[in-house]
């Protein structure tokens, strides 16, 4: 399993929007989580959270 920190830059495996992780741990009732948060296009900000198995870290920023 994967294990991401504060601060990573994610996406999801199946695509979407590029996202900051901002927690990464144990919820006390849904197992391991990450959360995550975005903006949309109209610059809203978006939160939520994510099993670390549907998440994989930003290949740019992992290059750099």
């Given at each position: 399993m994967a294990e991401f920190k504060k601060?990573?830059?994610v996406r999801l495996k199946s695509g979407g929007p590029l996202m900051t992780v901002t927690n990464y741990g144990e919820s006390s009732?849904?197992?391991i989580k990450v959360w995550c948060v975005w903006f949309d296009?109209?610059?809203k900000k978006i939160e939520s959270?994510?099993?670390p198995e549907a998440l994989e870290a930003d290949?740019?920023?992992?290059?750099?």
């Open positions: 601060g990573d830059t009732y849904e197992g296009e109209k610059n959270t994510f099993d290949k740019v920023a992992k290059s750099a």
